[in-house]
């Protein structure tokens, strides 16, 4: 019981440890950052060169939130088109809002049976839309972007993790304390009959 209880510990651990490392950024999304007026379109390129074939699903994500994927159709306000000889995908946002403000990935997520679950992931870029009379939209550096913004995702996996981790290990505590309490009885129950017997 003991050994299955380490066995188990090791795989929840290697799994919330691991997550992380089966994504790997092999994709360029561009441009870096965007600024829209409502009532523009914005369009943002995923170059999906890592890739030698075809990809099936290609999901654009905002704020890591599933937006739209290739069965998107055209006539909807957010949707893909993809440019397989270039190895390219675009992301059209028609008649931005400020809702749309976020930012913005692409990812392939593998369905291979010999692979599940290894994604391809692009760099995040962000799309800010405001009311700025007088001007046109234009693009910034990510570098004008504060550190603490850029960095705050992968501080919450980590943080996330761990807190996952310390919970797990509680829990393999308790039941090596309830089992050790078990055995302790068994053995004063069977200690105390052997006594008697005497």
């Known amino acids: 019981m003991e050994r299955l209880c380490l066995i188990t510990l090791g795989i929840c651990v290697s799994i919330v440890l691991g997550y992380g490392s089966h994504a790997k950024v092999l994709f360029v999304h561009s441009p870096p950052s965007l600024n829209s007026k409502p009532g523009e379109n914005a369009t943002f390129t995923c170059n999906i060169s890592a890739l030698n074939f075809n990809p099936k699903y290609i999901n654009w994500y905002r704020n890591d ?3 739209a994927d290739l069965m998107s159709a055209e006539n909807e306000r957010i949707h893909i088109n993809p440019n397989w000889k270039l190895h390219m995908a675009t992301l059209l946002i028609i008649n931005v809002t400020f809702n749309d403000s976020g930012k913005y990935h692409c990812a392939y997520l593998n369905d291979s049976p010999n692979n599940p679950h290894f994604i391809i992931v692009s760099n995040a870029s962000e799309l800010f839309v405001r009311d700025f009379p007088g001007t046109e ?17 992968k501080m919450s996996i980590i943080y996330t993790s761990m807190i996952l981790v310390l919970l797990l290990l509680v ?28």
């Open 65 to 67: 939130v599933k937006i």
């Open 171 to 198: 829990a393999v505590g308790a039941v090596f304390i309830f089992i050790w309490y078990r055995q302790s009885k068994y053995y004063n129950i069977v200690g105390i009959k052997w006594i008697l017997l005497r």
């Open 137 to 153: 939209t234009y693009e910034i550096n990510n570098t004008d972007l504060p550190k603490s913004k850029q960095d705050s995702r």
